[in-house]
C-alpha cells in the first residue's frame, strides 16, 4: 500500500466512523483495564456479559482483591482460561494497591508488569484511557495489516512499529480502532467481504479482485 492509498484508506474508516470506540464496556481506567486483561482469546461480547456482573460487586481494585481469586473466577466462568485470568487479575489489583495507590499507572512499563498484562494490553490502555497513538495489535490488526499491505509483518510486534511508521499522525489515535472493526465485521479472516468494503481500491488483496 503506497502513502496515497493509506491516505486515502484512513480518510475513509474516519468518514465511515468519526469516532470508533472500544467494544468492551467499561466506565472507569481500572474496569478497562479488567475487561482488556480478561479478553485475550475471548469475544468482547461473553467479556461484557462476565464484567457486566463482576463490575457492579468490583468497581475497584479494592473490592476484586476483597472478592478473591474464587469469587472472581465463578463471575468469568464464561471466558476461556477463566482460572489463570482470575488469578492474573487478583495478582494485579493486589500490584496496584501496592505500588500505584490503587491507580492504574499512565506507563507502558508499570502496565507491563502487571500478571496478564502484555504489550497489547498495556497499548489498548495507554489509547483508550490516556490518549496515546499506540497501536494494539491484536489477530485483526494483524490480518488487516498484512492482508491489506498497509503494514506487513511476521509478529505483532513488526506490524505494530510498521503502523506507527506509515500510519498518517492525524489517524494514529484512532487508527488501532479502525482495524480492529474492519476486520472484525469487513476484512475477516475465513471469507473477506471485499464486495461490501470501502477501502477495496486502497487494499494488495481487495484491488486484485477489482473487475
Request: with cysteine; charged share 20%; glycine share 6%.
Amino acid at each position: 500500500m503506497k502513502p496515497a492509498q493509506i491516505e486515502t484508506f484512513f480518510a475513509t474508516l474516519r468518514e465511515a466512523n468519526p469516532r470508533p470506540q472500544t467494544e468492551l464496556a467499561f466506565t472507569s481506567v481500572f474496569e478497562l483495564l479488567a475487561a482488556v486483561l480478561l479478553s485475550a482469546q475471548a469475544t468482547d461480547i461473553n467479556v461484557n456479559k462476565a464484567t457486566r456482573t463482576l463490575f457492579a460487586l468490583a468497581p475497584t481494585p479494592q473490592a476484586m482483591v476483597a472478592l478473591g481469586e474464587e469469587g472472581i473466577a465463578q463471575h468469568i466462568r464464561t471466558i476461556g482460561l477463566y482460572r489463570s485470568k482470575a488469578r492474573h487479575l487478583l495478582q494485579a489489583c493486589q500490584i496496584l494497591l501496592a505500588r500505584h495507590g490503587g491507580q492504574v499507572p499512565h506507563a507502558r512499563e508499570a502496565l507491563q508488569a502487571l500478571p496478564g498484562v502484555g504489550r497489547k494490553t498495556a497499548n489498548v490502555v495507554l489509547n483508550v484511557a490516556f490518549g496515546e497513538p499506540t497501536m494494539a495489535v491484536d489477530t485483526h490488526v494483524f490480518r488487516v495489516s498484512n492482508r491489506t499491505g498497509l503494514a506487513p509483518g511476521k509478529t505483532p510486534e513488526q506490524v505494530e512499529q510498521g503502523l506507527l511508521r506509515r500510519v498518517p499522525a492525524a489517524y494514529r489515535v484512532d487508527a488501532h480502532h479502525w482495524l480492529i472493526l474492519h476486520g472484525r465485521y469487513i476484512c475477516q479472516a475465513r471469507q473477506p467481504r471485499c464486495s461490501d468494503c470501502a477501502v477495496r481500491a486502497c487494499c494488495d488483496l481487495g484491488a486484485s479482485t477489482i473487475i
